[in-house]
Each structure stands twice: as C-alpha cells, then as structure tokens.
C-alpha cells in the first residue's frame, strides 16, 4: 500500500479568524507593520468585549473576551469571503480588526432580531434579550457557519410568511388587534386560502357565520379554484407574497380541502372539534353568534327556538329528555306532572342528555352545557323532585311543580298565597 493511500487525513480545528491570519501572513498579503497593529487591536477589543459582558477587571472575563473576538472575527470573514482564505486574508488587511469583531456581532444580533416561530405578535427584541443572545452565541454556543446560515433561512422564512399573513389579512379587512391575538400564522392562512378558494366569496375574513357558508361552498365536488381571481388579489403583492401564496393555495388544496369535504366533518368541528385545523375567524356582534348557532346546530335551534341561551329553556330541554320525553322549550301543567312522576319511578336518564348535548349544540358550548347538567341542574333536580322525605311530603307534586315552574320555562302561575 502506498504512503499516500495509507495517510490519514488531518482534520484542521483552528478558528478560522487563525487560519486567515496564518495564510496572509505566509503569503505576504499582510506586512509587518500593519501585523503589529493588528496584534495592537486585539487587547482593545478584548477589553471592550469584557466590559460588555462583565468586567474587564478580572481574568476570567478577559479570557471570554479573547474566545468571543476570534469567533466573532471567525464568523463574519468566513462569510464574506465565503470560505476562500485569499479573500478573506484580503478583509483582514483592508479593515481593522475591530471592525470584524463587530461585523460578527451584528450579525448575530441580525438573526436574533428575526422571529424564531412562525407566531404574529410573538416576537419582541429588548437590549437585555440581545445581549444574551450574543452573549450564548459569541462563546458556549458558538455558531459554525453553516449552523448560523441554517438558523438565519429558517428565521427568514418565520418573517416572510408573518408579513404575508398580515399582508393578507390587512387585504381581507381584519381587523389588526385580533389578527396580532390569533397566534399561529396557519390560521390566518388556511381562512385565507379558504375564502379565495370559495368561489365568489367575499373577499373578506369571515364571521363565524360566514364560515360556515364558505365550508358550505367548499365542500361542494364541483368548486375548482379560480386561478384568475387568485391571481388577480395577488396582483400588487410583493413577489416573495405572490410565491407564498401559490404555495399556501396547494397546500390547502392537498391537505385541508379533503378533511373539509370528509362527511363527518362540520363546520363547528373544525373551529372547536378536539382535532380542529385552525382558522381565522372575525369575532363579531352577538348576532353573528346567533346566525352561526342557527347555521351549525339546527336540531338545537328547533328545539331551543332560538333561546339556547335562555337557562330556563336549557333546563326545560335537559329535564325532559332525562325523563323520557321529546325535548321542547317549554311545558304546559300536566306534562309537568308527568315529568315529575317519571322521575319519581325511573330516575333519570342522565346519558341520554350528554348524547343530546354531544349530538346537536354547538361545540363551542358542549363542555359547559355538559357541567351544568352534572354538575348543577341534575343534582338539584334529584332533590326537588323527590318525595322521599316522610315528615315533608309531596304526594300531589305541589312542591315539586314549584321547583319546575321556577327554573324551567312553564305554562302555568304558582298558587296564589
């Protein structure tokens, strides 16, 4: 075996910072004197450095000091000169040395002024958060420069489709104190691509009611997307935004649009389903809220007409169903009568109300209706409705058709004292 095929490789860990200076050095592009000053440079940025993180009284800082100027000074000529020590050597020569120290500086503090997550609102950039992010990156986690230009692209791309889901929910009229709460950018985007996905949809971010109408549309097989009015609402984008935005359209297309047109999905289940998708929705008047009950829970409507959230009506629906009859908003004497006796041989049928609960209100309000069946109107009830106290009985139901009159929805007055 030959002596070039058995060498071995020797890995050069040197800074980069060292490197540069050794090759110019050796080849003559720096000259003695201004090697000198260069080496003079150094313990001024040192100090300064020292000074910044701590204090340059003590060894141990200044010792960090040293380590932060060679990586800083390592990171920005490795990347202006792209690797090539000539050009690099030709960097160190024609700038001082300080100017390099703070070339990499700036551009740590360049990435960490970039958000870090695609969330609106999130980031913010204070003086004291700056200077620890310089301080972790400029000596315990240096960054090589592929790391720090991997770190930088996946902050860019953070940025970039921020400012394209402000961009598009400004041009969609939403209102900018609820987009900054909305969190994620997806949401903005997936209500986005949904209402240019619509045909002849308003171009607008929707209510919840207008939600449902564009989930609706969306769900129709025959919809194909419009690519004329798509492009024509891009058309005075930036072309970063117009780019992003064919790519968000196709991602709609490939991943939300067959969950939206699943038959078991709802419009309710994708707003406040365990597994909803996010989107953006306006919150807006009450009867907006109304109008969105109406759309998505129609069997809850009907037999509410409209009162859901009237706390008689609830009880009237919930204590009927229990008992064994067909929920309806109010009850006249004698169906509460019969409720009562129901009650009082049977019990009630407490499954039976979670399934209606679970099956048709809306989702947003099933957790809380679930509570104040279990938790307040059931056990209550139990109580009122009973004759089980001998020294206080209620063999006619007088009692217990107050109990009723008083927190369900009836037909009838109480006696008269």
């Known amino acids: 075996m030959s002596a070039a095929a058995s060498a ?198 929707p209510t919840r009611a207008a939600f449902v109408r564009l989930i609706e549309a969306a769900k129709n097989k025959r919809c194909k997307l419009d690519q004329v009015r798509l492009k024509t609402f891009i058309a005075s984008a930036p072309p970063e935004f117009q780019q992003l935005a064919g790519q968000e359209m196709q991602r709609f297309i490939d991943n939300d649009l067959p969950a939206i047109r699943h038959p078991a999905t709802s419009a309710d289940s994708l707003l406040y389903g365990e597994s909803s998708r996010p989107f953006f929705v306006l919150e807006n008047i009450d009867d907006d809220n109304r109008e969105y009950e109406r759309l998505v829970a129609r069997e809850w409507q009907r037999v509410t007409r409209g009162d859901g959230d009237d706390p008689a009506v609830v009880a009237t629906v919930f204590l009927l169903i229990a008992s064994g009859f067909a929920p309806k908003p109010s009850i006249l004497l004698r169906e509460g009568q019969a409720l009562i006796h129901a009650f009082r041989t049977g019990g009630f049928n407490s499954p039976a109300v979670l399934e209606f609960i679970d099956t048709h209100a809306p989702h947003e309000s099933r957790e809380d209706l679930k509570r104040q069946w279990l938790e307040d109107l059931k056990p209550e009830a139990e109580v009122n409705l009973a004759d089980n106290d001998p020294s206080f009985p209620d063999s006619y139901k007088a009692r217990a058709l107050e109990y009723l009159r008083k927190t369900c929805s009836v037909s009838w007055r109480g006696r008269r004292r």
């Open 8 to 205: 071995l490789a020797t890995v050069d860990s040197r800074p980069y910072f060292e490197k540069v200076l050794r090759y110019a050095i050796e080849q003559n592009i720096i000259a003695p004197a201004l090697l000198a000053s260069i080496l003079a440079d150094a313990p001024k940025g040192m100090v300064q450095i020292a000074n910044y993180f701590g204090t340059a009284h003590l060894r141990s800082d200044l010792e960090a000091a040293r380590q932060r100027i060679v990586n800083l000074i390592s990171l920005y000529l490795e990347d202006v000169s792209q690797g090539d020590l000539h050009l690099a050597a030709l960097s160190l020569r024609d700038k001082s040395l300080l100017s390099h120290s703070k070339g990499g500086a700036d551009m740590i503090k360049r990435l960490h002024a970039m958000p870090e997550a695609k969330i609106i609102g999130a980031h913010s950039v204070t003086a004291e958060d700056q200077r620890n992010f310089l301080n972790d990156h400029s000596l315990a986690s240096v960054f090589s420069l592929a790391d720090y230009r991997a770190a930088f692209a996946d902050r860019q791309s953070c940025r970039q489709e921020i400012d394209f889901a402000l961009w598009l929910a400004k041009k969609l009229q939403a209102p900018s104190d609820q987009v900054t709460l909305c969190g994620d950018t997806s949401s903005v985007l997936r209500s986005a691509m949904l209402v240019l996905f619509a045909p002849r949809a308003e171009l607008k971010m």
